[in-house]
């Protein structure tokens, strides 16, 4: 029997913990604290990101199709060129 899908398996989860798991999945996709959620607004086009507790954020969707995601952070969120939401 080949030991191949083994060392496959060894490689993959080497690279998901020494990178924090960027390597293989963003980390908004494991990781409960990323829930800032960036929002590409439909008229203006501008992008503006809703934490947790501001009026809009149960109503906001994330659809990666129009280039929304998730933060783990207010700080990556501004970094990335997105202003909080004023609401």
């Known amino acids: ?38 929002n590409v607004s439909i008229s203006s086009r501008e992008r503006i990101f809703h934490v947790l507790g501001q009026l809009d954020y149960n109503a906001t969707i994330i659809s990666r199709q129009y280039g929304e995601r998730w933060f783990c952070s207010e700080d990556e969120a501004q970094s990335a060129g997105w202003r909080k939401a004023t609401r």
Do not use: H, Q
């Open 1 to 38: 029997m080949s030991k191949f899908p083994l060392l496959v398996f060894a490689a993959s989860l080497a690279a998901f913990t020494t990178t924090g798991g960027y390597a293989i999945a963003p980390r908004e996709w494991y990781d409960p604290a990323c829930n800032i959620k960036g």
